[in-house]
Every structure is written in structure tokens, then in C-alpha cells.
């Protein structure tokens, strides 16, 4: 059951908070037993099936859980309780890799390999990924005692709350359960006022501004496809277009998620933050999909270079990075490459998803070399600052763009096609009035030629829709900024006011002038839903 769909937003929805509600006067426990029930109903929409798949793995999460908790009281040796979170963690992997990756293995092996070994297609069961790292982490978590105490029912409303169990945030017991435990479930006036202005917002980004932007992007990848070339500026447009859909349909998922959980009382973690107006791809990594780069570098990137950080010491080595160029590819290059080629095996089983990580992984260690190289060539760090917030905006922004084409594109081919068009090598194509007005008469065979099959009109629109999703991305605050006052998430306290090149500060309060403007923008969206749409981050 997708957010953006009327059985969602005008069945399940207001069914299951209005008994929420209803049960929470009589009986809390009874409440939060419902949001279980409620879950479950909801995961279980698309292909029922997903309920014993992801329950075998709960179940295995649980137990191994329990055994931790009682080694840890029985003083049970340390070694022990290790050996069981492996277990755990080797588990997990594998209940992630057979359904995600087997199919993918199979193809690697028979690319390398030669050889023509078919698997039947896995269904993936939705928000696996997601699952499967939240369970991990909450093993860890046990393994350290930062959870010292659980129940089956406690264990069940952290892994299957709906508002983020199937596209994140990825969340922590220790953040969650204290509100679950301290939740009146009783109607709230604000968190119902703020809930609902999250998911009208998150609606509009993700029905109007993502899909709106699909419309234009989604044919040219096709084209591609089809075995057509992509000139100049469609190839922009399908590169640019396309981070500016993801970026709205995460943004959208991440607003309707935080609002979700708000009317049920419960604040989920930051997860999504004005990425575009980064002026450095670590600070984009610290914008986009936070929970997933907080995940990675407590579970992965952290342990790892603790453990080289020690070798380095036990050999007597230097272990100071932005000093020793041994320290630096050793601890800072290669636990940073590994991190990325995780996170984008983690968004996807395929060879450019792999490609995506290991790129942005290059780019994070090129970023840090440079913070380590570049403020020696300025005399003050006033006037680095005030080169680098500009040039490494644009910098960043592009980087990111091109990515996104390894990130979007079906295969090689087209990956290579459209990187080709972005570079000029197909050419320009413009639309036959276009090409008149500007004195250009196209010819076959040149580096401009006409596009027949792209009437002007649609040529214009789609340029404006660029820049109009570009101002709002990159111009206007987020709607964590807008909200702030009224704390929709955890962690937006942490957060400037005000972030990158915002121009305009806008503040909501539960107004007559906002409510108007909300109710038009939830207008807006709900004449939209109901097309072909689905949220992206859902696939991973």
C-alpha cells in the first residue's frame, strides 16, 4: 500500500489512527497493540505472503536478542556473546542476500564465469533492506548493552511501525521505544496539526513535483533504451531531471513519514535535508538519507577503522591521516571506499548501483584530501571559505548530477549513452520553431540538427519545470526549516535556521493564511493521485 494512493490516505489511514485514538482512552497498551495489528494489515497490502517471510526473520532477530540479553546478565564471556551477534549478523546478510542478491550473484558468476546458471525470479519483500538494518543495529546495540531491556511487544512496534517500515528512516530502539513508552495515545491538537501539514507537504513534493518531473525524464530513458541516442540537452535534462525527481520523491516520503508518526505521537529521526545546497559531497552525505550515513559509519566505517587504527599502532606506524599520506589511503581512503561500495550495493543489485557507491566514495576521499590540501593555499581561512562556498557548491551540485545517471540508468548502454549526450558527442537537437527563431537551420549528419518529434511548447515546459523545481530546491527553505518551531523530527534542533543559499525564511503556525495554503497544496496533490506512481526508495 502505497502513501500516495486513496485506499492509503482515505481508508487505512484514517481508520487506523481514529482507533488508535479511540483505544488510547481506554487502555495504552491496547493502542500501541493496534499500530502492530495496523502494521502488519499494512505490510502485508501487497502480497500477503511478505507477513511469514519477514515474520521468520523476526522471530531468528528475537531469539538471538533474548540469548544476548541473558548472557549479558548471566556474565556469560564476552567471546560468547560476540559469537551470537556474528550469528546474527551473518544471518541477517544472508536473509537479505538470497531474497536481494541471488539473482545478481548468478549474473556475476555467469559473466565472469562464462557459463548460463538461471535462477527463478526472487520477489523481494518490500522494505527489506531497511529491515534488515534496523535489526542489525539493534543487535549491536543489545551485543553493547545500549538495550538493556525488551519485550516481544516493544521488539514488534520498533521493527514494523508503519510510517517507516518500508523506506526508513532507519531508526534505534534507544530513540524510539522511550517515546512509544511515554506516548498518552491521546488526541494531540499540535502533533495531529503538524502530522498533517508533513504529509500534505511530502504528498505535493512526491505527486506534483516528482511525478510532474518523471513525465519529462522517464521518456528519455526509454528512448535511450530503445536503442536511440540522446543529444545535448535532453541528456541534461534526463540527468538533472532525474536527481531533482528522486530528490523530491524522497524528500516527499521522508515529509509523509515524519508526519505519519506525528500524529501518532512519535517523532522519527532526521532523515532528509536540503542535499542540493551542500557546498561539499561530505556535507550532501550528511543532507541525504542521514540515518543511512549515520548506520554506515557507526556499523561499518567506524568499527573498521578502529580496528586499522590499531594495526597502524601495533606496527608502529603513523596513524594521523591529514599528516602521512600512508595513514590517510589506509584509514581514511580504503574504509571510505568500502563504506560507499556497501551503501550502493545496498541501493541496488547491479553492477552501475556498485559503480554509483564506488563513484561517490572517490568523490568523499578526493573531498577530504582536498579539506587537508586546499586552506594551506589561502592566506586566511575567511577568504577559503568565501572561494569554496560557491565553487564547491557547483562543484558538489554537478557531481551529484552525473552520478544520478549511473543511479537511474537500466544498463550500461544507456549509462554511456546519455553520459555521451551530456558531452555533446550526439549532437543538438532543437525543436524546429526553436532552431528558426534562433537562425539555425539543422542539418543531418551536424552537431545541430532538428528535433521533429519535440514540439516547442513541450520543449519550454520542460526547461521550466527545471527551473522551477531547481528554485525550490535550492532557493527556498526545506519543510523542516518551515517547521522547526514546532519540532517535526528528531534532531532538527541541531539544524541551522537557515542552510545554504536560502533566500526566503518561512515559518508555519497553525494560522488561517497556512491553512489555506496547505489545504490547496493537499488539493493539489490528491487530484493527482491515483496515476502510475510509486515512491523510488520503496524498490531498495
Not at 20 to 49: D, E, H, K, Q, T
Not at 444 to 470: D, N, Q, R, T
Amino acid at each position: 500500500m502505497l502513501f500516495n494512493s486513496y485506499e492509503f490516505l482515505f481508508a487505512f489511514l484514517p481508520v487506523t489512527l481514529v482507533v488508535f485514538l479511540l483505544l488510547g482512552r481506554a487502555s495504552r497498551n491496547l493502542a500501541l497493540g493496534w499500530l502492530i495489528v495496523a502494521s502488519l494489515a499494512f505490510y502485508a497490502w501487497w502480497r500477503p505472503i511478505n507477513v511469514p517471510i519477514i515474520g521468520v526473520s523476526l522471530a531468528v532477530n528475537f531469539t538471538l536478542a533474548r540469548l544476548l540479553q541473558r548472557f549479558a546478565a548471566a556474565n556469560r564471556p564476552a567471546g560468547l556473546r560476540v559469537a551470537v551477534l556474528l550469528v546474527g549478523i551473518a544471518f541477517n546478510i544472508a536473509f537479505l542476500g538470497y531474497f536481494k542478491y541471488a539473482n545478481f550473484i548468478v549474473t556475476a558468476v555467469n559473466d565472469v564465469a562464462g557459463t548460463s546458471f538461471v535462477l527463478r525470479q526472487i520477489i523481494l519483500p518490500l522494505g527489506i533492506s531497511f529491515i534488515t538494518f534496523q535489526k542489525i543495529a539493534f543487535l549491536v546495540d543489545v551485543q553493547a548493552g545500549r538495550v538493556e531491556s525488551f519485550t516481544l511487544r516493544d521488539y514488534l512496534l520498533f521493527v514494523l511501525f508503519f510510517p517507516q517500515l518500508i523506506a526508513g528512516p532507519i531508526v534505534h530502539y534507544r530513540e524510539m521505544m522511550p517515546q512509544f513508552h511515554a506516548n498518552p495515545c491521546r488526541f494531540d491538537r499540535e502533533a495531529m496539526a503538524v502530522g498533517l501539514t508533513m504529509i500534505s507537504f511530502g504528498l505535493f513534493k512526491k505527486v506534483v513535483l516528482a511525478d510532474g518531473m518523471a513525465a519529462y525524464v522517464t521518456p528519455i530513458y526509454s528512448h535511450a533504451g530503445a536503442g536511440g541516442s540522446i543529444s545535448l540537452l535532453p541528456a541534461w535534462v534526463a540527468a538533472i531531471g532525474f536527481t531533482l525527481q528522486l530528490y523530491f520523491d524522497f524528500s516527499g516520503y521522508s515529509d509523509m513519514a515524519a508526519g505519519l508518526a506525528r500524529c501518532f505521537g512519535v517523532r522519527l529521526p532526521l532523515n532528509f535535508y536540503s542535499p542540493l545546497q551542500a557546498s561539499s559531497i561530505i556535507d550532501f552525505w550528511l543532507r541525504w538519507h542521514v540515518t543511512l550515513t549515520r548506520f554506515l559509519t557507526a556499523y561499518v566505517y567506524n568499527p573498521l577503522l578502529l580496528r586499522l587504527t590499531r594495526q597502524r599502532f601495533a606496527k608502529g606506524l603513523p596513524a594521523q591521516p591529514r599528516q602521512h599520506l600512508g595513514a590517510f589511503l589506509q584509514l581514511l581512503a580504503g574504509p571510505t571506499l568500502l563504506t560507499m561500495f556497501i551503501s550502493g550495493l545496498w541501493h541496488g543489485a547491479g553492477y552501475l548501483f556498485v559503480l554509483w557507491g564506488l563513484l561517490h566514495g572517490v568523490y568523499l576521499v578526493i573531498n577530504h584530501a582536498w579539506r587537508i590540501v586546499g586552506p594551506k593555499l589561502w592566506s586566511t581561512k575567511e577568504s577559503y571559505a568565501r572561494f569554496m562556498a560557491p565553487v564547491g557548491f557547483v562543484i558538489t551540485f554537478f557531481a551529484v548530477v552525473l552520478g544520478m545517471i549511473l543511479f537511474r540508468s537500466p544498463n550500461w548502454h544507456v549509462a554511456v549513452d546519455v553520459f555521451k549526450g551530456t558531452l555533446g558527442l550526439h549532437g543538438l537537437e532543437l525543436p524546429r520553431l526553436i532552431a528558426q527563431k534562433l537562425g539555425v537551420h539543422g542539418v543531418p549528419g551536424h552537431f545541430v540538427s532538428i528535433a521533429e518529434a519535440l514540439p516547442a511548447k513541450e520543449f519550454f515546459a520542460m526547461i521550466l519545470w527545471i527551473v522551477v523545481l531547481l528554485f525550490i530546491a535550492l532557493l527556498l527553505p526545506n519543510s523542516i526549516q518551515i517547521m522547526a518551531q514546532h519540532d517535526p523530527v528528531l534532531g532538527a534542533k541541531d539544524r541551522p535556521a537557515n542552510t545554504g543559499i536560502s533566500l526566503l525564511a518561512m515559518s508555519w503556525n497553525p494560522t488561517l493564511i497556512w491553512a489555506i495554503v496547505m489545504s490547496l497544496m493537499a488539493a493539489a496533490a490528491v487530484m493527482r493521485v491515483g496515476g502510475p506512481s510509486e515512491f523510488l526508495y520503496w524498490q531498495f
